[in-house]
T-cell receptor
Framework: DAKTTQPPSMDCAEGRAANLPCNHSTISGNEYVYWYRQIHSQGPQYIIHGLKNNETNEMASLIITEDRKSSTLILPHATLRDTAVYYCIVRVAGGQGAQKLVFGQGTRLTINP | NAGVMQNPRHLVRRRGQEARLRCSPMKGHSHVYWYRQLPEEGLKFMVYLQKENIIDESGMPKERFSAEFPKEGPSILRIQQVVRGDSAAYFC??????????????FGEGSWLTVV
């Protein structure tokens, strides 16, 4: 079972920042938070991941709370092409015990013109 | 999605036939994962393989489904005697060894199986 909770759907206006929340209250100390998205009829696309510190790359920013029980994915300037289902996943990454990804239902993000 | 190659992209099979889906991992990746996505549903893990080894097959149906990742060549997901309920998108993903820091999993574009 997925160890994360996400809102089923969200809307955001084009050009605005999209903030997608995720709760992972049972996360373990060696588990990372991963974000993927799936645009209709395509394979899941890796976005970003983090352990404790906030992370930023060319696609998005990841803000993880100090207690690590929740996180927020930020798309700073959403475009229509960002309309997709976004998945927040916790996973042990690296070393013994590295695990597959377990997908929940995700958040269906719709970017409106 | 760059680098994980799946073929065929679309496959139509009659009930009772066999379906073979192939996956070539990203260069340098030795771990392969297969997922299934039924229409209007989420991604469900099927099997996790390393070269010549099945690591985790907890999501594989007990009958008709098998997977392999030989020393040479692509990983193969094989479905024997297909039924209409096997119609789905099958996604392959790959990663480097767990010993490699980062170890992000990357997905291919999927193979769409339609059983008629």
């Amino acid at each position: 079972d997925a160890k994360t909770t996400q809102p089923p759907s969200m809307d955001c206006a084009e050009g605005r920042a999209a903030n997608l929340p995720c709760n992972h209250s049972t996360i373990s100390g060696n588990e990372y938070v991963y974000w993927y998205r799936q645009i209709h009829s395509q394979g899941p696309q890796y976005i970003i991941h983090g352990l404790k510190n906030n992370e930023t790359n060319e696609m998005a920013s990841l803000i993880i709370t100090e207690d690590r029980k929740s996180s927020t994915l930020i798309l700073p300037h959403a475009t229509l092409r960002d309309t997709a289902v976004y998945y927040c996943i916790v996973r042990v990454a690296g070393g013994q015990g590295a695990q597959k990804l377990v997908f929940g239902q995700g958040t269906r993000l719709t970017i409106n013109p | 999605n760059a680098g994980v190659m799946q073929n065929p992209r679309h496959l139509v099979r009659r009930r009772g036939q066999e379906a073979r889906l192939r996956c070539s991992p990203m260069k340098g990746h030795s771990h392969v994962y297969w997922y299934r996505q039924l229409p209007e549903e989420g991604l469900k893990f099927m099997v996790y393989l390393q070269k010549e080894n099945i690591i985790d097959e907890s999501g594989m149906p007990k009958e008709r489904f098998s997977a392999e990742f030989p020393k040479e060549g692509p990983s193969i997901l094989r479905i024997q005697q297909v039924v209409r309920g096997d119609s789905a998108a099958y996604f392959c993903a790959s990663s480097a060894s767990p010993q490699v820091s980062g170890n992000t999993i990357y997905f291919g574009e999927g193979s769409w199986l339609t059983v008629v």
